[in-house]
């Protein structure tokens, strides 16, 4: 807007050498501006030399003197108030209640001292004198990077720019799958789908496995198909015990907390901007293609500016990752019930005396119907124990065991079923919130 009517400013100069009989009212017409503006800047460039550009630029609507100060006994008047409430006033006046307060003073007017006229004044004084606190400053401090290979991030990312089939999935159309070292950066591997659910995420994750080796443990969100459905988190889903079946510990995030999942969420973020939004894949081939080249760009050619990478590609800056160890031929299936041994569950018996553990129905006791029971996992009996008023009153057996080693072909489409299973419990109970 300035450089407009600095170049309105300069064609008034023009107009004024060459036609200097021309009205005021002749010149705004020609201009496009009021009169009042050109009798204005008629007046400046006739006070100027001809050649003074400086007077073709706007002056600072900017005060140029300070505000007046308040009386000193405003000041004092308005802390008063501050810190003892006038009229049996039950909370701390702020800045609009002093400001109507001060307007009828008695003690002002007796003074014949005017009050201020904007909460601003008010405002000031308070914060000067210490009236208001501040909010101390966040200190941000880096996370502690993990050895490299040991811990690993996963997430899914949405492919925007691929629009969902009219009568497929409207939400989620197509995603990638993401994973991530926590303590290199390397963007690990990615896979490509429409169908993401717990029982693909199974075997999207062993592929990821079989290609790059076992890590220590793994981040995921709270994502349903990873953590199972509503009201039976507290349990690990199908997708947790396949990873703890592996000896890889899950590292849940709090809900609501993508800050605590980083290191992925970047990678997303850098994914749409870089990538996504630049090629705008609109099917799965297409988006193949385009990862396929962005992931030799970001290892190889894209400077990472995050502190491990020390502002390099990921592969210069780790040249040689340590190798990990192979996917297992034979996986023990109950190798989970050791992450919750000793754990203990609330849950309420039913009308007909019993209970739900991991979709499974135990019978407690048609006597504790309506009551709250705690249940403890003794994993070495692989029994539950019931407890009610901390006294222990039944034992059962922990339904679903396999009780013996399992080949890993076998195993994966055995884990997959269950992991099917919670889909369709999902599936269930958000029909059921629809109805």
Sequence with gaps: MEEQHYAARAKLRELQAQYPHWTHGR??????????????????????????????????????????????????????????????????????????????????????????????TIWRILDEHGR?????????????????????????KDITSIPPEPDGKQQHAVEVLNVVDEGTSFWLDYQIRGDFAAE??????????????????????????????????DFPSAVQRFLLCLGITPILCPPHRPDKNPYVERLHGTLERECIQVNLPKDI???????????????????????????????TAFPNLPALPALPDWVDPDRWLWHIKGKRFVRKVRANGSMTIDKTSYYVSKALAGQYIVVWVDAAHRELVVLHRHKETKRMPIKGLHESLMSLEDYL??????????????????????R
């Design 285 to 315: 081939p297409q988006a193949a293609e385009v990862f396929e080249h962005f992931h030799y760009h970001y290892h190889h050619e894209r400077p990472h500016q995050g502190s491990a990478c020390d502002n390099q590609p990921p592969a």
């Design 200 to 233: 693909t995420t199974v075997y999207a994750l062993a592929l990821s496995f079989q290609k790059l080796g076992i890590p220590e443990q793994l981040r995921l969100d709270r994502d349903p198909r990873l953590v199972g459905p509503a009201g039976m988190r």
């Design 27 to 120: 010149m705004a017409e020609e201009l496009g501006y009021s009169v009042g503006w050109v009798r204005k800047w008629r007046r400046r460039l006739r006070q100027a030399a001809p050649d003074d550009e400086s007077v073709l630029r706007g002056l600072s609507r900017r005060r140029k003197t300070p505000y007046p100060r308040p009386d000193p006994r405003i000041v004092q008047r308005v802390l008063e108030m501050r810190d003892h409430p006038p009229e049996n006033l039950c909370r701390i006046p702020g800045p609009k209640a002093l400001l109507h307060y001060l307007s009828i003073d008695k003690e002002l007017k007796t003074l014949g001292l005017a009050p201020p006229r904007s909460t601003r």
């Design 413 to 434: 489409p055995w884990i997959a079923e269950q992991a099917r299973s919670e889909q369709r419990r999902l599936r269930y109970a958000k029909q059921r919130v629809l």
């Design 132 to 156: 208001i606190t501040r909010p101390a400053p966040i200190e941000h401090e880096p996370l502690e990077r993990p050895e490299p290979m040991t811990s690993w991030a996963m997430d899914f």
